[in-house]
T-cell receptor, first 115, second 114 residues
Framework: DAEITQSPRHKITETGRQVTLACHQT?????MFWYRQDLGHGLRLIHY???????NKGEVSDGYSVSRSNTEDLPLTLESAASSQTSVYFC??????????????FGPGTRLTVL | AQTVTQSQPEMSVQEAETVTLSCTYD???????LFWYKQPPSRQMILVIR??????QNATENRFSVNFQKAAKSFSLKISDSQLGDAAMYFC???????????FGKGTKLSVKP
């Protein structure tokens, strides 16, 4: 079955280190998204991509970057991890061309702790 | 800007009973989908049900149904015959506009009592 996976599931790192979270989907979806989930904020958009070599900033993109070299993967990089980036990170993909008539499917999440 | 409001931070229901979770939203889109996601302790975001806003008929998925009032921008989730496995956080979501993302409410934590 097609799926979306994230790795690692848990990560502890130190302030100032570079961290990369992986996201891989086998649905062949063009659209991929990264969200972070914090208590009291629900899920907020970090970055998104509509296809290979396309990346865009979301609501809370400062301190994060993404690259899209193929359809299946959208890794999220924290250039210099900060304690404020301690959160649960979700990757999602969607089947159509984005917009309001589309359905997103989520990966299992990565819990990141920055000490 | 699109917003989603879930006014019930926590709800509780007796096993086998029915519970309704509330959601209101605001969007500038004319045609759109609305969603309820379930997040159990495993953290996985699971799609529970989707409502197509251009359809008047309320969506149903087994024990889960919605009461969709487009004019009022209200989108509540009804869970019938509640089961212990229904205990989770439930998030309502609507399209976020040009970015293609979803806007989520802050969630309702549902407890199911045996």
């Amino acid at each position: 079955d097609a799926e979306i996976t994230q790795s690692p599931r848990h990560k502890i790192t130190e302030t100032g280190r570079q961290v990369t979270l992986a996201c891989h989907q086998t649905w062949n979806h063009n659209n991929m998204f990264w969200y972070r989930q914090d208590l009291g904020h629900g899920l907020r958009l970090i970055h998104y991509s509509y296809g290979v070599h396309d990346t865009n900033k979301g609501e809370v993109s400062d301190g994060y970057s993404v690259s899209r070299s193929n359809t299946e993967d959208l890794p999220l990089t924290l250039e210099s991890a900060a304690s404020s980036q301690t959160s649960v990170y979700f990757c999602a993909s969607s089947e159509l061309d984005g917009g309001s008539l589309d359905t997103q499917y989520f990966g299992p999440g990565t819990r990141l702790t920055v000490l | 800007a699109q917003t989603v409001t879930q006014s019930q931070p926590e709800m509780s229901v007796q096993e086998a009973e029915t519970v309704t979770l509330s959601c209101t939203y605001d969007t500038s889109e004319s045609d759109y989908y609305l969603f309820w996601y379930k997040q159990p302790p495993s953290r996985q975001m699971i799609l529970v049900i989707r409502q197509e806003a251009y359809k008047q008929q309320n969506a149903t998925e087994n024990r889960f149904s919605v009461n969709f009032q487009k004019a009022a921008k209200s989108f509540s989730l009804k869970i019938s015959d509640s089961q212990l496995g229904d205990a989770a956080m439930y998030f309502c979501a609507c399209p976020g506009g040009s970015q293609g993302n979803l806007i989520f409410g802050k969630g309702t934590k549902l407890s199911v009592k045996p």
